[in-house]
């Protein structure tokens, strides 16, 4: 038994709108917040008061010179070779210290001497 399909008419409706009211809005002023910076430090040291630089300048000119170019030559020491004592010569002291084992002696002038003596003599 074959049925015939009923056709039927489509019925178009007209979609429901339902109209809700925002919801309001609500503006804060904004606020002035205080940042929060990191605390200054109190002290700092110069390289120049450091133990090793008064153990350094200690030496006469001729030795200075020769610490110098003792570290020059091992490759720790890239200023010129003056005798004096800076930022430069501090950080090839004390990489040269660091290599060898010994940088807590730096802090001393007992044990500055030590590793000064040993690239003079």
Do not use: C, K, W
Not at 76 to 95: C, E, K, L, Q, R
Not at 106 to 118: K, Q, V
């Amino acid at each position: 038994m074959y049925r015939e399909p009923v056709y039927r008419e489509p019925v178009y409706q007209q979609p429901r709108v339902i109209y809700r009211d925002p919801p309001p809005v609500v503006y804060q002023q904004p606020r002035y917040v205080e940042p929060v910076y990191a605390p200054r430090p109190t002290h700092t040291t110069s390289v120049y008061r450091t133990a090793a630089a008064q153990a350094f300048n200690s030496y006469s000119l001729t030795e200075r010179r020769a610490i110098q170019r003792r570290l020059a030559a091992q490759g720790y020491y890239y200023g010129g070779i003056d005798g004096s004592f800076g930022p430069g010569t501090y950080s090839a002291v004390a990489s040269y210290a660091a290599d060898l084992g010994v940088s807590q002696r730096l802090s001393s002038r007992e044990g500055a001497f030590g590793i000064y003596d040993g690239l003079i003599f």
